[in-house]
């Protein structure tokens, strides 16, 4: 009838979440451009720069899995293989990278922790609501951005912050949770926390194997509390 609004395509409307999926394993790449910029020179420099760049992709992908997810929900309402699509992308990117740069001796428990943080911020969207996941997608990206910058840049022009304000720190960062478990040498990776100067102060290692398992944990518990909500709420 003249002035009604055309239906939307049906196509359209199961692409778009497909798309979205895409385009979170795309933005989790992003944080391989160091190494593709590290390949393009040449020499010695650029063999050396090659590790760096592919601790520098773990902490892309540390600060952006949850707030991915947790944008996802909002695009993807109910569970989806589709899901899946974003950490398969992260894991075909830590493949390539590896072609260049060893991996880090127990780079399967950081990508347990990774998928475990991914799916809690699913469960956190889905409980959320779709109406509230970009602003929490926003605010967990600020938050977890935050987490692993702060131990390193919480000092003064080149004053390195308090010992125990760093350990602190180190310790709630989803960055340490990753690579800890993966098995880098996050307290004295000089790429990242060169001004830390973490012999200051003793500290333990994450332990990988229960990071990783707590954080499968976590992420299952935040999926099946949104799903059980949104079934007693249908």
Do not use: N
């Not at 003249?2 to 692409?15: F, N």
């Not at 569970?79 to 880090?104: I, N, T």
């Not at 990753?178 to 990776?189: I, P, T």
């Amino acid at each position: 009838m003249p002035g009604e609004l055309p239906s939307p395509d049906p196509r359209r409307m199961h692409a778009w979440p497909k798309a979205c999926c895409l385009l979170a394993g795309l933005f989790g790449l992003l944080g391989l451009l160091p190494l593709a910029q590290a390949l393009l020179e040449s020499g010695p420099a650029a063999r050396q720069a090659a590790p760096h760049a592919l601790v520098a992709h773990l902490v892309w992908l540390a600060v952006s899995a949850a707030p991915l997810g947790i944008w996802l929900s909002g695009e993807v309402l109910h569970v989806s293989p589709w899901l899946c699509v974003p950490p398969v992308c992260w894991a075909a990117g830590a493949l390539a990278a590896a072609q260049h740069a060893r991996l880090p001796p127990t780079m399967w428990l950081g990508a347990l922790v990774l998928v475990g943080l991914y799916a809690t911020g699913l469960g956190i969207g889905w409980w959320l609501g779709r109406a509230r996941s970009a602003a929490a997608a926003g605010l967990g990206c600020f938050l977890t951005a935050v987490l692993a910058i702060l131990p390193a840049r919480a000092g003064l022009g080149e004053r390195a912050p308090a010992p125990g304000f760093a350990r602190s720190a180190l310790e709630f960062s989803p960055a340490t949770w990753v690579l800890e478990s993966a098995g880098v040498d996050w307290m004295r990776h000089a790429f990242v926390y060169g001004r830390l100067e973490s012999d200051r102060f003793e500290r333990a290692p994450v332990d990988g194997k229960l990071a990783g398992t707590l954080a499968c944990v976590l992420g299952c518990a935040a999926l099946a509390a949104s799903r059980l909500r949104a079934r007693r709420a249908s």
